[in-house]
Each structure stands twice: as structure tokens, then as C-alpha cells.
């Protein structure tokens, strides 16, 4: 994955909330080797308490509620005081050196992406999300999270909470993904499509929580599939170029965190009644099919016979 190194990357929304304290309530979920990471990960574990959140702020409504992601001063709720990690990454060449950079490239190209898509597809305006980066702990709209939480979405505040260590500590050291720099870029996109899905008001479809065909499953797959969407998107921009090699990354971390390779490497029998993120196989079929169908219509889960 390159960037162009022209490009204006300076309106990405992200922001640092340097390093907190605390530990998360009941939002978070066992992992391989004891780690404990929720969110719906992403958001990857990947989103792994995605439902959980929602149910602890209500379920999550839709978009158009007047909930204000910043607080005063544009300063994003959650945190106190940025961190200016993100101060000196102003143009395309800034991201091809730095990977915090990098970040805020991907996280403009993914507002400018579904602010496009939206209106045309959906007839709806995009209210864009804000991402927050963070250490040790922070607190949200969802409660507090700590590191040991995977990225995840709080449909409360309407943002994106990750520790970017996730990817070493966890994605790649337990779940055993290969990693890769196009990882993070399908995990934000994972997240910021379950942003779309609480603007569109998808998220209060979700009444059945863990199953193969529950609603938990159709939501998280959902997101995967918008992921798809948007990598189609970016292959083709003119701000950042893919190659195979970075398909392969996010088929291979859709992989690692499907509910059965999850229950596996936790040394549990598979049990598709505990599901509620998909297989590791339905991740990667609805990601694909996100990628060559692009449109909403393709990644109505909700409405597919078969998942």
C-alpha cells in the first residue's frame, strides 16, 4: 500500500488520546492466552464486543440524533487533551514514512469514500466519524475501555477507539494473522462501517445475540462486506495504490478472527451456537463479495438466505 505523495491528508479525523488508566466494565471478552479485547472490531475482534457495547448504550439508534462527537473547542469527546500525534502529517509522502500517518490517510479516504456513497446509494448524508488512538485506557460514550480492549466502535459518541498495538500483541502474536500494512486499513474500515451502519439505523435490527445466523453475526458481517467496498474504492483512488498482496492481508486477517479460528486458538471445541462475529470463512465471503459487488444492495445480510 502507497500513498500519493501529493495528496492533502491533513482533514483525516483522528486524534491522540495519549496514555489512560482504568479498566473496562463489562465490555470485554477472553481471548487466546488470557487477553481480553472487545469492540467489534473491528471492529476486528475484531470486533469481538461490538454487541455488547450496543447493548450497554441501549442499542445503538441511528443517525440524525444530534449526538455532537466533539466537545467544546472541536476537542473529540473521550478525551482530554489531544495528544498531537498526528500534528505533522500533512501530505501523502508524510504517510508513505509514517504509519501514524498513514492512519489519518486511510481514515480520509474512508470519510471521502461513504461521503460519496451514501447520498448515492442511500440517499442519506454521511455525519463522519472521528477515530481516537490511545494507550492504557480511555474513556468513551460506551464506558471506559482499556488496552486490553480490541478496536472497536461506540455508537453512543459515534467514534473509533483503538490501541494500535492490537495488531502485535493480538491479531498477530494470538490469533496468529501474518500481518501486514494493509491490516489496520481493513480493521478501520471494518469499524468505520459499523458507523455507517448506525447512521442508516441497521443497528437496531439486532435482536439476537450469538448463533450462525443470528443478528449479532449479519451485522459484524455486514461491516466486513462495507470493508470490501471501500477496498474496491481504494484500489482505483487517486490517493492510495493496492496491490494483491494487500487483499491478501485482509482476507488473512478476516480469517484470523473468525469465531471458529477464535474458539480454536482459545482450545475450545468449535460451537457455532457462540458465534458472534461469523466463521472465518463467512468473514472472508462477505469481505470478497463487499470488494467485487460494491454496492449496498450486495451486502444486505440482513435479508440473505444463507450467511
Known amino acids: 500500500m502507497r500513498f500519493n505523495p501529493r495528496a492533502d491528508?491533513?482533514?483525516?479525523?483522528?486524534?491522540?488520546?495519549?496514555?489512560?488508566?482504568?479498566?473496562?466494565?463489562?465490555?470485554?471478552m477472553p481471548l487466546p492466552g488470557g487477553t481480553r479485547a472487545g469492540g467489534g472490531i473491528g471492529g476486528i475482534l475484531i470486533?469481538?464486543?461490538?454487541?455488547?457495547?450496543?447493548?450497554?448504550?441501549?442499542?445503538g439508534g441511528g443517525g440524525g440524533t444530534g449526538i455532537d462527537p466533539t466537545g467544546q473547542g472541536g476537542t473529540p469527546a473521550g478525551i482530554e487533551q489531544d495528544s498531537e500525534r498526528y500534528a505533522n502529517c500533512r501530505t501523502g509522502a508524510d504517510a508513505n514514512e509514517d504509519a501514524d500517518c498513514a492512519r489519518k490517510a486511510v481514515l480520509l479516504s474512508l470519510e471521502q469514500y461513504w461521503g460519496a456513497t451514501l447520498p448515492e446509494q442511500a440517499g442519506a448524508e454521511l455525519a463522519p466519524a472521528q477515530t481516537i488512538t490511545f494507550s492504557g485506557g480511555v474513556n468513551t460514550g460506551c464506558g471506559q475501555a482499556t488496552s486490553q480492549v480490541g478496536p472497536f466502535y461506540c455508537p453512543a459518541d459515534q467514534q473509533i477507539y483503538l490501541d494500535t498495538t492490537f495488531f502485535a500483541d493480538v491479531l498477530e502474536g494470538q490469533l496468529g494473522g501474518q500481518g501486514g500494512d494493509f491490516v489496520e486499513p481493513y480493521v478501520l474500515a471494518h469499524e468505520y462501517g459499523h458507523h455507517v451502519q448506525n447512521l442508516m439505523g441497521t443497528m437496531g435490527q439486532v435482536r439476537t445475540q450469538q448463533g450462525p445466523n443470528s443478528d449479532a453475526v449479519r451485522l459484524e458481517l455486514q461491516a466486513d462486506c462495507y470493508a470490501g467496498m471501500w477496498t474496491a474504492h481504494a484500489e482505483d483512488s487517486e490517493l492510495i495504490t493496492l496491490d494483491e498482496g494487500d487483499i491478501a492481508e485482509a482476507l488473512d486477517s478476516a480469517k484470523a478472527v473468525g469465531d471458529d479460528r477464535i474458539q480454536q486458538k482459545s482450545g475450545q471445541g468449535v460451537?457455532?451456537?457462540?458465534w458472534t462475529h461469523g466463521s472465518s470463512e463467512q468473514r472472508m465471503a462477505w469481505f470478497t463479495r463487499g470488494y467485487q459487488e460494491g454496492t449496498l444492495e450486495a451486502c444486505d445480510t440482513f435479508s440473505a438466505s444463507s450467511l
Open 47 to 59: 470486533i469481538i464486543l461490538f454487541v455488547v457495547l450496543t447493548q450497554c448504550v441501549g442499542g
Open 271 to 274: 460451537d457455532p451456537e457462540g
Open 9 to 28: 491528508i491533513s482533514g483525516g479525523r483522528v486524534s491522540d488520546a495519549g496514555r489512560g488508566g482504568g479498566g473496562g466494565g463489562p465490555m470485554r
